[in-house]
């Protein structure tokens, strides 16, 4: 633990400048010289975790094998450093504070006076120096969400520059901000990094690295005076440019020798950079030019960072068949009105991918997009939602079981072919009512399932209440709807098929939390696949 190095990265001058990505291009270099990296997240909203954050607001909800439920950043770093992370990586202000008070309650503090300085810092520099240990890290890059000057960071500021006091060389740290071109004077402008910096010094921080983001190119001497004004090594000035694919950045920062100036920073002697999974990946992205127009019928239509890490399994699954993948909105809500121009998306897209959801909101349409994807053998993917919505659908139509639904949207039906299984609740983790993280499925021999995965055992990730009811399970198998993957005690049903179909398949679980940028999931990569 005693050599454990910490890199923090924080941001200025705004939000959405790509922290997140910088962090993640940075444990990736470290990676690429076979450090052992780790990555986590502080963020400092007031909610214990993003579980109940609506995703209009948010993004997606990033499910961890241990059942976390995380920001969506944890996405980017598992797909960045290709290493599954823990609960430990995501820290927000609401689970410190949250603590702290239980801690309080239950007289820990001995009549003590509770303060955000020491107890919350105490209590997060803990949670940083935890999540390093269990991971067994080198090197542990500590993102701090936010921007410099945001009231409900100070903590986590206050908690790198303990940090970098602990640590000594040991803690770096790496400070994102933005060179704002000004069309007038058709010039960058460095005034607002300055400033940044500045606010940063008032906190007893001195950054090691400033990244500099900028749309346009960075001419070198701007880059010397941020190093002059903001008192840090001119090579440690990094630009930051926007490009095509946030996958080249780790490349574009190597080109500035990244990995070299941390390893000197950090006293890690001579090391070796192998980015060629990097290389050979983004050249693959740049080559795969044609347009593959894949449906994707949602709730949060247009809203890219709902549906990220399905975006980003359908895109990185293209790329591994030459293709570079488009999304088409389906509005389900629209189908469900018989909408002309909605229905005729349906036709024109390739294929269509049914993502995981909550909620009544465009149930119907969704069966009606099932619907069409079996009758016309329209290549189609159930996640999670999407496999249920198939199940209802089949019910319905060739089963003959009328208003066959799901317990989620009418309770009180009688026909519930998803439906709460209580007893499941002894082995949902945490003892929460839904079931969260990893969990192992067996997949039947002779199934598209074994096809498309290769093996028999697998273990995916899950967030969900309801399950396929198995009072139906035999009907369903007898008229061609196939359970091609269930728990190893065959009481939950995991993966299902329809068996007359080129390729219809839905999953219990989600894969797109698996998949990785240049590795893409198999089911997504056989879904395009078939599409080709
Ligand atoms: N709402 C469904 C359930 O809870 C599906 C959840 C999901 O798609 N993640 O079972």
Not at 207 to 213: E, G, K, L, W
Not at 283 to 308: F, M
């Amino acid at each position: 633990m005693k050599d454990t190095k910490f890199v923090f990265v924080t941001g200025g001058v705004c939000s959405s400048l790509g922290k997140g990505i910088v962090a993640s291009s940075t444990a990736a270099i470290m990676k690429a010289a076979n450090q052992k990296v780790g990555i986590m997240k502080l963020d400092p909203y007031l909610n214990v975790d993003p579980g109940t954050m609506s995703p209009f607001q948010h993004g997606e909800v990033f499910v961890l094998d241990d059942g976390g439920e995380t920001d969506l950043d944890l996405g980017h770093y598992e797909r960045f450093i290709d290493t599954p992370l823990i609960s430990d990586c995501s820290v927000s202000s609401g689970k410190v504070y949250s603590e702290v008070l239980a801690e309080e309650r239950e007289g820990k503090y001995l009549g003590g006076t509770i303060q955000i300085v020491p107890h919350i810092t105490d209590k997060l520099r803990s949670k940083v120096e935890l999540a390093a240990k269990k991971l067994k890290v080198d090197i542990m890059v500590v993102e701090i969400g936010g921007t410099v000057g945001d009231i409900e960071a100070e903590p986590f500021f206050e908690v790198l520059r303990q940090m970098k006091h602990k640590y000594g060389k040991n803690c770096l740290s790496l400070h994102l901000t933005l060179l704002p071109y000004l069309a007038a004077s058709k010039e960058l402008k460095t005034k607002p990094t300055q400033l940044s910096v500045k606010e940063l010094r008032s906190k007893g921080i001195t950054p090691d690295i400033i990244f500099c983001r900028a749309d346009l190119k960075i001419p070198k001497k701007l880059l010397k005076k941020v190093a002059y004004f903001c008192d840090v090594d001119d090579e440690a000035v990094i630009p930051a440019e926007t490009v095509s694919s946030i996958y080249e950045v780790p490349l574009r920062f190597q080109q500035s020798n990244l990995g070299n100036i941390l390893a000197k920073k950090l006293d890690l002697g001579d090391l070796t950079f192998d980015m060629s999974i990097w290389e050979n990946g983004v050249s693959k992205r740049k080559k795969a030019k044609k347009e593959l127009i894949i449906g994707l019928a949602g709730k949060y239509n247009e809203l890219d960072d709902a549906y990220l890490s399905v975006i980003e399994a359908a895109k990185a699954a293209g790329v591994f068949h030459g293709r570079k993948v488009e999304i088409e909105w389906i509005d389900t809500e629209k189908i469900e009105a018989d909408d002309t121009e909605e229905c005729q998306k349906l036709e024109s897209v390739a294929g269509i991918i049914v993502p995981g959801g909550f909620g009544n909101r465009g149930i119907e349409g969704k069966i009606k997009v099932a619907h069409y994807c079996r009758i016309n053998k329209k290549p189609y993917l159930g996640l999670c939602l999407g496999s249920q919505i198939m199940a209802m659908e089949f019910a319905r139509n060739i089963l003959d079981i009328k208003n066959a639904t799901s317990e989620e949207f009418h309770p009180k039906a009688k026909n519930l072919v998803v439906h709460y299984i209580p007893e499941q609740r002894t082995i949902r983790k945490k003892g929460g009512t839904m079931r969260l993280g990893s969990y192992p499925c067996k997949i039947k021999a002779g199934t598209l399932a074994e096809k498309v995965y290769g093996t028999q055992k697998i273990n995916e990730r899950h967030r969900h209440r309801y399950e396929f009811n198995n009072a139906y399970r035999a009907e369903f198998e007898a008229a061609g709807f196939l359970i091609s993957g269930e728990s190893p005690n065959g009481e939950l049903v995991e993966i299902v098929e329809v068996t007359d179909h080129p390729f219809m398949i839905g999953s219990q679980f989600h894969p797109e939390l698996k998949s990785r940028p240049f590795e893409p999931h198999p089911l997504f990569r056989d879904f395009i696949g078939a599409l080709v």
